[in-house]
């Protein structure tokens, strides 16, 4: 699971808008190893990443 770190609408799910804060990705939605890391870094439209990974650790 990721978490939005900047608002963008996903170009490749109808311009589905993601709010920061919100999880990636929507339920429904399995997106491709290649577009979460596209999302993750700056290699899409933006250049900044968008996503990134939740911390799955319990303190």
């Avoid at 990721?2 to 808008?17: A, G, H, S, T």
């Avoid at 339920?27 to 190893?33: H, I, M």
């Amino acid at each position: 699971m990721y978490k939005v770190i900047v608002y963008f609408e996903d170009l490749q799910d109808k311009n589905y808008p993601y709010k920061v804060g919100d999880a990636y990705p929507r339920k429904g939605l399995k997106p491709t190893r290649d577009r979460i890391e596209e999302l993750a870094t700056d290699k899409n439209i933006r250049g900044i990443p968008l996503i990134k990974a939740e911390n799955k650790s319990k303190k």
